[in-house]
């Protein structure tokens, strides 16, 4: 079956600490995004990437970092520089266009939490 | 920039009532519009979506119509389940900018039975 995949679903981390989240597609899409989900908030956009080797900072990057070394993974680290880190993080991927209209398909999520 | 206001919730209904939650969107240009669902614990599913003015969305039940002049995409479904108890999410797709989407806040539907 075709889909996104993440891991972990739950993962706990010290202050200080980087933690890098996985997110695996096998949809042969070119973008990929993550995105961060706090309560009652809407998804807000971390980073995306349209090709390989290639990524933008979306609108809350500071304290995040990606790679995109392969087509199928962008692995998302949370830095110790962020200072708000538990959230759920949502990776999501689409074909590439320029209309606008191509929907994005996400993956299960993974919930971090900063003890 | 662009954005989208949703109705604040969390909205109760009993079953088979009817559903509106509503989304109006600013955006320069012509935008395509999407309804997301999120059950608990999951990623987001895409529900529905527009791609022009006038344009109807729908699916299982649920149905919203591209509306340029009220700059609106309002969700509707005409009796809803306890199974559709999920967070919607209404977003806009910036074309030209990756495909990069700009989601409202998310409305929680709790239906009873």
């Known amino acids: 079956d075709g889909g996104i995949t993440q891991s972990p679903k739950y993962l706990f981390r010290k202050e200080g600490q980087n933690v890098t989240l996985s997110c695996e597609q096998n949809?042969?899409?070119?973008?990929m995004y993550w995105y961060r989900q706090d309560p009652g908030q809407g998804l807000r956009l971390i980073y995306y990437?349209?090709?390989?080797?290639?990524?933008q900072k979306g609108d809350i990057a500071e304290g995040y970092s990606v790679s995109r070394e392969k087509k199928e993974s962008f692995p998302l680290t949370v830095t110790s520089a962020q200072k708000n880190p538990t959230a759920f993080y949502l990776c999501?991927?689409?074909?590439?266009?320029?209309?606008?209209?191509?929907?994005?398909?996400f993956g299960p999520g993974t919930r971090l939490t900063v003890l | 920039g662009n954005s989208v206001t949703q109705m604040e919730g969390p909205v109760t209904l009993s079953e088979e009532a009817f559903l509106t939650i509503n989304c109006t969107y600013t955006?320069?240009?012509?935008?395509?519009l999407f309804w997301y669902v999120q059950y608990p614990g999951e990623g987001l599913q895409l529900l529905l979506k527009?791609?022009?003015?006038?344009d109807k969305g729908s699916n299982k039940g649920f149905e919203a119509t591209y509306r340029k002049e009220t700059t609106s995409f309002h969700l509707e479904k005409g009796s809803v389940q306890v199974s559709d108890s999920a967070v919607y999410f209404c977003?806009?797709?910036?074309?030209?900018?990756?495909?990069?989407?700009?989601f409202g806040a998310g409305t929680i539907l709790r239906v009873k039975s």
């Open positions: 999501a991927s689409s074909i590439l266009g320029t209309s606008g209209n191509n929907e994005q398909f």
């Open positions: 949809l042969n899409h070119d973008a």
């Open positions: 990437s349209q090709i390989v080797n290639d990524f």
């Open positions: 955006a320069t240009g012509y935008p395509s």
């Open positions: 527009a791609t022009k003015a006038d």
């Open positions: 977003a806009l797709s910036e074309r030209g900018y990756g495909n990069k989407l700009v």
